[in-house]
T-cell receptor, first 113, second 109 residues
Framework: EPEVTQTPSHQVTQMGQEVILRCVPI?????FYWYRQILGQKVEFLVS????????KSEIFDDQFSVERPDGSNFTLKIRSTKLEDSAMYFC???????????FGSGTRLTVV | TQLLEQSPQFLSIQEGENLTVYCNSS?????LQWYRQEPGEGPVLLVT?????EVKKLKRLTFQFGDARKDSSLHITAAQTGDTGLYLC?????????FGAGTTVTVRA
């Protein structure tokens, strides 16, 4: 079964440092997403990406965040200057079409110290 | 912000019993999706419902989308211990999913 792959599985970083979270979506999917889940809270939408541009973004996705699809397979989320409150599980997802459902990766646990 | 309310928050039943989880919103969605999430893992898609009034069955799981496309339910018949987990509903609009807080289901042997 095709899957969405995320690396690293865990990342610990100092406050103020930049981090890049990486994802390989399913190869024939067209839509790519990042979500996050703070411990004990709901899964929250960050950003959606289609046709090499951002389709939609949430209030959380401020100027400190950026996404990129640098080649035909990878999809990355960059946080420029991490804050303590950025500590969360970050999930990448992809879909052929939103109404068909999303495939989520296993997540990257980001801890900012 | 499109809010999805799930109820109940926790549900504990004996193996063999039936259960229903509800997902309600004041917003209309293009589709309503149900996921199951294990601790430390990403949500795994169970089903999507798109048409108002639609009913989908996956073995012992029955999913229904409300006529107005604002609410949904998940019904499990003759629950098994393997059904234990966190069930999430999510409404899809405009290239994004809005998730409910989830229902933790525990099926006791």
């Amino acid at each position: 079964e095709p899957e969405v792959t995320q690396t690293p599985s865990h990342q610990v970083t100092q406050m103020g440092q930049e981090v890049i979270l990486r994802c390989v979506p399913i190869s024939n999917h067209l839509y790519f997403y990042w979500y996050r889940q703070i411990l004990g809270q709901k899964v929250e939408f960050l950003v959606s990406f289609y046709n090499n541009e951002i389709s939609e973004k949430s209030e959380i996705f401020d100027d400190q965040f950026s996404v990129e699809r640098p080649d035909g397979s990878n999809f990355t989320l960059k946080i420029r200057s991490t804050k303590l409150e950025d500590s969360a599980m970050y999930f990448c997802a992809s879909s052929i079409r939103a109404a068909y459902g999303y495939t989520f990766g296993s997540g990257t646990r980001l801890t900012v110290v | 912000t499109q809010l999805l309310e799930q109820s109940p928050q926790f549900l504990s039943i004996q193996e063999g019993e039936n259960l229903t989880v509800y997902c309600n919103s004041s917003s209309v969605f293009s589709s309503l999706q149900w996921y199951r999430q294990e601790p430390g893992e990403g949500p795994v898609l169970l089903v999507t419902v798109v048409t108002g009034g639609e009913v989908k069955k996956l073995k012992r799981l029955t999913f229904q989308f409300g006529d107005a496309r604002k609410d949904s339910s998940l019904h499990i018949t003759a629950a098994q211990t393997g059904d234990t987990g966190l069930y999430l509903c999510a409404g899809d609009n405009d290239y994004k999913l809005s998730f409910g807080a989830g229902t933790t289901v525990t099926v006791r042997a």
